[in-house]
């Protein structure tokens, strides 16, 4: 198994795969992996309730893992460039930061639609996924 970050996400949520293709195309250093809630990785790397949610990205850094806006605001962070600046919201609350993700997850298949399976990933991405 790998020591490189991982992010899993929701392979069936249409938000979450154009959150997957925004990613690697401004991953330059391909710091990152991406793995299924779904899948076996994320049942292997992940505590047993959380895939089951689905409804939150996490971020898996060698056994620390951050959910919901934590993930999302550490990996955009960590893409550098302009998107450094997202550090400015680590300034807002979790609770609050977390309400509204928890607004967006929600209704992300209602606003955003829903895939019938998971995310493929095309020949040049997939060695950046994980089963």
């Given at each position: 198994?790998?020591?490189?970050?991982?992010?899993?996400?929701?392979?069936?949520?249409?938000?979450?795969?154009?959150?997957?293709?925004?990613?690697?195309?401004?991953?330059?250093?391909?710091?990152?992996?991406?793995?299924?809630?779904?899948?076996?990785?994320?049942?292997?790397?992940?505590?047993?309730?959380?895939?089951?949610?689905?409804?939150?990205?996490?971020?898996?850094?060698?056994?620390?893992?951050?959910e919901k806006s934590d993930a999302a605001l550490m990996i955009?962070?960590?893409?550098?460039?302009?998107?450094?600046?997202?550090?400015?919201?680590?300034?807002?609350?979790?609770?609050?930061?977390?309400m509204i993700y928890d607004l967006v997850a929600a209704n992300?298949?209602?606003?955003?639609?829903?895939?019938?399976?998971?995310?493929?990933?095309?020949?040049?991405?997939?060695?950046?996924?994980?089963?």
């Amino acid at each position: 198994m790998t020591d490189r970050q991982i992010i899993f996400f929701d392979g069936v949520c249409n938000l979450c795969n154009g959150f997957v293709d925004f990613l690697i195309s401004r991953d330059k250093e391909q710091a990152f992996l991406f793995a299924p809630l779904q899948g076996e990785t994320a049942r292997l790397r992940l505590a047993a309730d959380l895939p089951a949610k689905l409804n939150s990205v996490v971020l898996w850094n060698q056994g620390q893992i951050l959910e919901k806006s934590d993930a999302a605001l550490m990996i955009l962070q960590q893409l550098g460039g302009i998107w450094w600046l997202s550090r400015v919201f680590w300034i807002v609350p979790a609770f609050l930061r977390d309400m509204i993700y928890d607004l967006v997850a929600a209704n992300r298949y209602r606003l955003f639609g829903r895939r019938e399976t998971c995310r493929l990933p095309t020949a040049a991405e997939k060695a950046r996924f994980l089963p």
